[in-house]
């Protein structure tokens, strides 16, 4: 199946922990992105990469560590988790710039506790 | 802070009824996108609306894009219980990023 399949799906841990979660497209889309879901359901954009170069880098805190080994696979780092980090995280990819759209992975739910 | 405020928040309807879903925003964007999304999967794209005063249809769903490329509307016509989920609007900015609305929940009760 051509997707954007991230893992794990649900992710529970303790505050403190480092945790990562992985995404890959098999596409051959050039720019990948990591999105988070707060509970309103409103999406907000994280990071973007370009054919592994860092192009977009929002306000994110620097516990949150972005990695792009290939083109097919972003994954996010998590350094010392809190319990605001508490959302869903979507991995999504686009050919190009995504003016015409994007193609979004179904979403890693972490819980902090 | 670019902003895309999207209308209503919450619509629950009955089988049958039209409805429209608003986006409006103060920026010019190249690209509005409309996506869908269902409990426990990521937003899927609709449609891409590119030019202004673009419309696209897609089957009972009609996708309009302002002339001024600043907003968007979705009406849907004799909506259905398969229509519910969340309507997500998003507009892809001159810098390149690609900016969501706060999403419609609509509710189709049978």
């Known amino acids: 199946d051509t997707a954007v399949s991230q893992t794990p799906k649900y992710l529970v841990t303790q505050m403190g922990n480092d945790k990562s979660i992985k995404c890959e497209q098999n596409?051959?889309?050039?720019?990948m992105y990591w999105y988070k879901q707060d509970s309103k359901k409103f999406l907000k954009i994280m990071f973007s990469?370009?054919?592994?170069?860092?192009?977009i880098n929002e306000t994110v805190p620097n516990r949150f560590s972005p990695k792009s080994p290939d083109k097919a696979h972003l994954n996010l780092h998590i350094n010392s988790l809190e319990l605001g980090d508490s959302a869903v995280y979507f991995c999504?990819?686009?050919?190009?710039?995504?003016?015409?759209?994007?193609?979004f992975g179904s979403g890693t739910r972490l819980t902090v506790v | 802070t670019q902003l895309l405020e999207q209308s209503p928040q919450f619509l629950s309807i009955q089988e049958g009824e039209n409805l429209t879903v608003y986006c409006n925003s103060s920026s010019v964007f190249s690209s509005l996108q409309w996506y869908r999304q269902e409990p426990g999967e990521g937003p899927v794209l609709l449609v891409t609306v590119v030019t202004g005063g673009e419309v696209k249809k897609l089957k009972r769903l009609t996708f309009q894009f302002g002339d001024a490329r600043k907003d968007s509307s979705l009406h849907i016509t004799a909506a259905q219980p398969g229509d519910t989920g969340l309507y997500l609007c998003a507009g892809y900015n001159q810098g390149g990023k690609l900016i969501f609305g706060q999403g419609t929940e609509l509710s189709v009760k049978p």
């Open positions: 596409l051959g889309h050039d720019t």
């Open positions: 990469y370009n054919n592994k170069e860092l192009i």
């Open positions: 999504a990819s686009s050919h190009l710039s995504g003016v015409y759209g994007y193609t």
